[in-house]
């Protein structure tokens, strides 16, 4: 895979850390004051915390504010439907509407502005410098474009930088092919899941060969597949470019990116974003190169702000220069997990990234299903495996796979092979980690499989 000349990163993102964190509290400093007052949700918690901002010392004081969590803002909207109180601007300013996926409850729903719009596409850029895409890209969107927030900043920032952006909504995934192989895009903008969805269409439809469809760049998100080195490697066999991760969250906005010279790592925007890691028990700080729950506050979303948001995702961080010259905070491994995904087996913690690991080293295995029961008090994991078309015998698939989770998580776990195109299909976040009489959808797989063909 061709990499392109690499541009210089951005001042701000190489500065000293000492001038990033007083630059950081600065700006928290002006959120706050035009936060409270104004903003009734982040005003009751503020004086509730006894906060007071003409006394507040930044840094030192960071932890005084208190945290805030997704329960509490969906509390909010169910008081006082359907917006809540969240917002800073009076209602009529806003002009932008999303929603969170809901894969792990109900959905939130979330407003901005034109200006806190822009500042998310301006972090959407920072994205796309990473990944070395510019002007002369065309860029490829195999996406929903539902309420969803998803790649909606990532195609009209493209369009900010001059790139022709195309988008794919609505389309079977073998329409998608066409259009791509018609536009000749060198960007692909998707999940990791629909990456690889893609690659098995392409397979099975006429053999389409996607190294030659003059993709360099696939910028994934959604989920931590682009930092699973298995997922990944998949993906890159498939498309013949490389993958680059990136990851946000839609009452947050666009966090990370990840850059062509240190492949696996998330870096943190800490020009527009202030994150903390802390232990997800105990709410007190976690050093450098130790896991914990990634926290984060908003700088320049003023209109929909959050603040010490608690995003339950489990990241390790290191402060390091980067080979890129940056020195903004990196995620090392990418999001490593979410905190409400473990589940306890036998006495083991099994979190999905970590059977998505040891999955995905099989190139037989198309998709996969995770499902945990509950067996007299004790939980119980099963796995079912789809495979591809010209696989070896289906009973050693099936104990390869089985050897490898035992040796990798130290857990017998019976796998099955299921018949082709049994599982469900996704384009946007896939639920392949099934927790039974949790209500998870994936259940529903007549319901929810993507009627594509």
């Not at 400093?29 to 006394?55: I, P």
Request: proline share 7%; glycine share 8%; hydrophobic share 35%.
């Amino acid at each position: 895979m061709a990499r392109p000349t690499a541009p210089v990163p951005p001042r701000a993102e190489c500065q000293p850390r000492s001038v990033l964190l007083e630059h950081q509290h600065r700006r928290l400093g002006t959120l706050l004051s035009a936060v409270h007052g104004r903003n009734r949700f982040y005003t009751r918690k503020l004086d509730d915390a006894g906060v007071q901002l003409d006394t507040l010392r930044l840094p030192d004081d960071l932890q005084i504010l208190p945290l805030t969590t997704k329960a509490e803002l969906a509390a909010d909207q169910d008081a006082s439907p359907p917006w809540g109180t969240a917002h800073t601007e009076p209602l009529d300013r806003y002009t932008r509407y999303s929603q969170t996926s809901s894969t792990t409850g109900r959905p939130l729903r979330w407003l901005d502005t034109n200006e806190s719009w822009q500042w998310m596409l301006d972090c959407w850029k920072a994205v796309y410098r990473a990944a070395h895409v510019g002007a002369t890209d065309r860029i490829f969107f195999p996406f929903g474009f539902g309420p969803f927030l998803g790649f909606w900043t990532a195609f009209d920032a493209g369009s900010q930088i001059g790139a022709l952006c195309v988008p794919g909504g609505g389309m079977s995934s073998q329409t998608r092919l066409d259009l791509l192989d018609t536009v000749r895009p060198t960007v692909v903008c998707c999940t990791p899941t629909y990456a690889l969805r893609l690659g098995d269409v392409a397979r099975a439809r006429g053999g389409i060969d996607l190294t030659n469809s003059g993709i360099r760049v696939v910028i994934v998100a959604g989920e931590p597949g682009g930092s699973i080195p298995a997922t990944r490697a998949q993906m890159e066999q498939d498309w013949g470019a490389r993958v680059l991760d990136h990851h946000g969250l839609t009452e947050v906005g666009p966090v990370s990116f990840e850059c062509w010279e240190a492949p696996g790592t998330l870096h943190l925007n800490e020009c527009e974003f202030i994150c903390e890691v802390i232990d997800p028990a105990s709410g007190t700080p976690v050093p450098d190169g130790k896991p914990g729950e990634l926290v984060i506050t908003n700088l320049g979303r003023t209109a929909s702000p959050v603040i010490r948001y608690r995003t339950r995702d489990i990241v390790m961080l290191r402060r390091e220069l980067c080979r890129c010259g940056r020195t903004l905070a990196r995620a090392e491994g990418g999001i490593l997990s979410r905190a409400d995904d473990v589940v306890s087996v036998r006495g083991v913690n099994v979190y999905p990234t970590a059977i998505e690991a040891v999955v995905r080293h099989f190139p037989e295995v198309v998709e996969y299903r995770s499902t945990v029961s509950t067996r007299e008090t004790l939980h119980a994991l099963t796995i079912e495996i789809e495979l591809g078309p010209g696989a070896p015998d289906d009973s050693d698939v099936a104990t390869q796979v089985a050897q490898a989770l035992r040796e990798g998580m130290g857990l017998t776990v019976p796998v099955r092979v299921v018949a082709p195109e049994t599982l469900p299909r996704f384009e946007m976040k896939a639920r392949r980690f099934v927790v039974e009489g949790g209500g998870d959808p994936s259940r529903r797989q007549e319901t929810d499989r993507r009627q594509e063909e």
